[in-house]
């Protein structure tokens, strides 16, 4: 399977947020990320059910939704209802995460676990055979145009182990100071999914990025 591409829309111009959902669907983007940030679980607040559903009405992509929020499971069926296709939790916010991504998988969502830097991949061992992807935080979530920490490959490749050793069909989705210089090496360790924001975003040919992404083997 070649690699996906996902721009994370919390590095897009909000002041034009139509055209650079517009520009995502003309890429060859795969899906568009979506960081929901409450303020609470991370320092920072992003944005709620209307923005996504305004995105819903619009992109031609599915909505690759990363919650970075406490208790999630209050909110499930509502992101659903609102766009989501494939639904991630951090591992640190779910007190009962068999019953959570359990809860993903019965709406029709893919269900993905997040791990911060600090969390060990053995921490999934028991999900793995339940869930569709994981999320390696290559940064502290909470903020964009952080740099990558290096030890997140590390991460990957046990992940990557893990998951092969089993025969599991379980992406392996990476976020955070990710760009055109560090993408190859984790594309080739195992990686399956690469969001980028700033990288993309900020770039004068955001189409470009993209397509530059999309080429690595």
């Known amino acids: 399977m070649s690699h996906i591409v996902a721009p994370s829309l919390l590095a897009a111009d909000f002041s034009n947020l139509g055209s650079e959902v517009e520009m995502i669907n003309e890429s060859l983007a795969d899906w568009l990320h979506l960081d929901i940030m409450d303020g609470v679980f991370v320092p920072n607040i992003s ?33 659903h209802d609102s766009g989501a296709s494939n639904l991630t939790v951090h591992y640190e916010t779910c007190t009962h995460l068999h019953r ?40 502290n979530p909470g903020f964009g145009g952080q740099s990558f920490i290096p030890a997140s490959l590390n991460k990957v490749g046990e992940l990557r182990s893990m998951i092969d050793e089993e025969g599991y069909d379980v992406l392996i989705e990476v976020d955070g100071g990710i760009d055109t210089q560090n993408a190859p090496l984790l594309v080739h360790t195992g990686v399956d999914v690469l969001v980028a924001g700033n990288t993309i975003f900020s770039a004068e040919d955001p189409e470009s990025v993209i397509n530059r992404l999309k080429a690595l083997i």
């Open 47 to 79: 944005f709620g059910f209307p923005v996504i559903e305004a995105v819903r009405d619009i992109s031609i992509k599915p909505l690759d939704v990363h919650l970075m929020i406490t208790d999630p499971d209050r909110y499930i069926k509502r992101f």
């Open 100 to 139: 959570t991504v359990h809860e993903i998988r019965s709406l029709g969502m893919k269900a993905g676990v997040a791990l911060n830097p600090h969390t060990p991949v053995m921490m999934l061992k028991d999900i793995l055979p339940f869930i569709d992807m994981v999320l390696i935080m290559t940064v």
